[in-house]
């Protein structure tokens, strides 16, 4: 209950404080191609009910239709703008909407495609019990997953071998130790990384 009020509270402050951000992102994105601001993506909620993430749109309209679904910081698909918003996280601004929305919280693991979650094992599933967040454990230790995937000739498997393995390993960590102090602590650890960056 706790959480959940931490979600509403701060994710409609936080809308409220970062809407001249959001009008200037916007601007650029629409200036770079023309395109629509945001990419609504599905990805797997809790108990494995689909819903839309929002982002800004990074990369070229119909990306997800002309390649993968793990994007390398050297993706041909990326907009200029686009390299940039990842770069700083700010792509992910928009998830504000879903916190607020009670599709995703500010803490928990970070929602996958329908792709990657028919790969879960039985004790994996165990993450979908949970409402996906905007960061955790795994985001920490892994804060620029495009930078990893440059430069590889299959960033698919790359992803595979070299990130899903930790990433699975940690968000059942935080499954298994979820509660809010935890929470507080991802997040402190967030902004630590973000102002570092």
């Not at 803490?107 to 792709?115: A, K, N, Y």
């Not at 960590?173 to 973000?194: A, C, G, N, P």
Request: aromatic fraction near 10%; charge should be positive; include cysteine.
């Amino acid at each position: 209950m706790l959480k959940h009020l931490f979600d509403i509270v701060f994710s409609f402050v936080g809308l409220l404080i970062l809407s001249p951000l959001f009008l200037i992102i916007s601007i650029l994105i629409k200036k770079e191609d023309g395109g629509p601001i945001f990419y609504p993506g599905t990805r797997i909620g809790r108990f494995g009910e689909p819903f839309k993430m929002y982002k800004f749109r990074t990369m070229v309209v119909n990306a997800d239709k002309i390649g993968g679904h793990s994007t390398a910081d050297d993706d041909p698909r990326l907009l200029k703008i686009g390299k940039f918003l990842r770069k700083c996280k700010l792509d992910e601004l928009p998830q504000l909407i879903n916190v607020l929305k009670g599709d995703m919280s500010f803490v928990g693991p970070r929602p996958e495609v329908q792709h990657y979650v028919n790969m879960f094992t039985e004790e994996e599933k165990a993450i979908l019990s949970v409402r996906p967040g905007i960061t955790d454990w795994a985001s920490l230790w892994n804060s620029d997953e495009g930078a990893i995937l440059a430069g590889s000739k299959d960033p698919e498997k790359t992803y595979m071998e070299e990130i899903r393995p930790e990433k699975m390993r940690l968000q059942l960590k935080y499954v298994r130790e979820q509660s809010f102090w935890v929470d507080m602590r991802i997040i402190f650890l967030t902004l630590l990384k973000l102002i570092k960056r």
